[in-house]
């Protein structure tokens, strides 16, 4: 596997850019559409958490565990949300998508599925990844919907395992899809993507 680097990501009407200091009002833009530091089981922040969240992004690219993005929708021109590549592990060809959110806006259209068609496609294809994880809280049902109907399979539930933002201690719900998977996966995901635009 080749060790994730910042690079722009393009497709399906998104540009994934390496997130910087300079996406800071798109950002607080973004989460104050739906507002959506108020969801308890997520950790979106709100407009003076929001340069403590960019460094801390920052600090665990630099330390090699995350490559994180500002998600831009290139019909409007607007940030729109953040994702990011998180536990990285080289020396099993593995990543991890999360910390991944959108403007109210743009939930339910096909945003979240370009970008997973382009994270994916970057893993499998560029990376060279065995396994792709993702992860939610347990509470997060409309995560949890999201994630299956990307084609990812069920791994298990980790009681316990994670501090909320308003210190709670959450269960995390673990999923993947394999190297082996991603062929299908991808021809779902097209086939989604088609029908998503087209109603959109």
Same mark, same amino acid.
């Given at each position: 596997? $080749? ?9 399906? /009407? ?7 200091? /300079?996406?800071?009002? /798109? ?6 559409? /739906? ?6 089981? !997520? ?35 607007? $940030?729109?949300?953040? !994702?990011?590549?998180?536990? +990285?592990?080289?020396? +099993? ?10 403007? &109210? ?22 990376? %060279? ?26 791994? %298990?539930? $980790? ?14 719900? +673990?999923?993947? +899809?394999?190297? &082996? ?13 088609? =029908? =998503?635009? %087209?109603?959109?």
């Amino acid at each position: 596997m $080749i060790s994730p680097a910042p690079v722009t990501l393009e497709g399906h /009407g998104v540009r994934l850019e390496p997130l910087e200091a /300079g996406h800071l009002d /798109g950002l607080i833009a973004a989460a104050a559409d /739906g507002r959506l530091w108020d969801l308890w089981f !997520t950790s979106v922040p709100n407009a003076e958490q929001t340069p403590a969240y960019i460094a801390a992004a920052l600090v665990g690219q630099q330390a090699g565990q995350m490559l994180p993005w500002a998600v831009r929708d290139l019909a409007t021109g607007t $940030i729109v949300g953040s !994702t990011r590549y998180h536990d +990285i592990v080289p020396s +099993i060809d593995r990543v991890e998508i999360g910390y991944t959110w959108y403007s &109210a806006s743009r939930q339910r259209s096909h945003v979240n599925t370009a970008c997973k068609v382009v994270l994916l496609t970057h893993a499998f294809e560029t990376l %060279g990844c065995r396994v792709v994880g993702l992860r939610t809280d347990n509470f997060n049902f409309r995560s949890q919907q999201a994630i299956e109907a990307l084609g990812a399979k069920k791994d %298990g539930v $980790i009681r316990h395992h994670h501090p909320r933002p308003d210190g709670t201690a959450r269960d995390t719900v +673990i999923y993947s +899809i394999l190297a &082996a998977e991603w062929p299908d996966v991808r021809r779902h995901l097209m086939l989604r993507l088609q =029908r =998503r635009v %087209g109603a959109e």
